[in-house]
């Protein structure tokens, strides 16, 4: 179920953006918050837990990021700062982060190749 929910909201999410049109962030701005090249205070470098390229997974507990969806992420940003999904971690970062730092973020791990996949329909 969890799995199934990780890749169905992405979709739903995708769905809505073919209405509202193509993701507005900043893809350069955003990779160099990822690097920690543009500070935000209260947020560490992405980077330092996601990975250089935003594809690692330090413990296997930290998602990848590239290749991720723009929407899903600004959505999972803001649910973060907002506590619909509560974790100590991502919390306090998020809460740092501006609409407009949110969306560069997503735009910068949403033009990267990632090893994140659609599931096969034909099963
Ligand atoms: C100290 C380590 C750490 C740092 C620094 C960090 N993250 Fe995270 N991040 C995590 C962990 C751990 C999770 C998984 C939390 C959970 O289970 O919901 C996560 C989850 C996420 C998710 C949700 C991914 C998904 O697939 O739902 C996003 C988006 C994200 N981080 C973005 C960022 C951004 C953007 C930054 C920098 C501004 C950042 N993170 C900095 C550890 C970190």
Redesign the pocket.
């Known amino acids: 179920m969890k799995q199934f929910v ?1 890749f169905a909201l992405p979709l739903a999410l995708l769905a809505g953006t073919a209405l509202a049109g193509p993701p507005v962030g900043d893809a350069e701005r ?1 990779g160099k ?2 690097r920690g090249e543009i500070a ?1 205070e209260g ?8 990975g250089v390229d935003g594809n690692e997974t ?1 413990n296997g ?5 590239a290749g ?1 969806y723009p929407e ?2 600004v959505h ?2 803001k649910s ?1 700062a907002n506590g619909t ?3 100590a ?2 919390m306090p ?2 809460s ?2 501006s609409q407009k ?2 969306e560069d ?2 735009a910068f ?1 949403g033009s990267q190749n990632g090893s994140l996949r659609l599931i096969p329909t034909d099963r």
Do not use: E, K
């Open positions: 990780l955003g918050i990822h935000i947020a560490a470098a992405c980077s330092t837990c996601h330090i507990t930290f998602p990848r990021l991720q899903y992420l999972a940003l973060y999904r509560d974790n971690v991502m970062i998020a740092a982060l730092d949110m973020l997503s791990y």
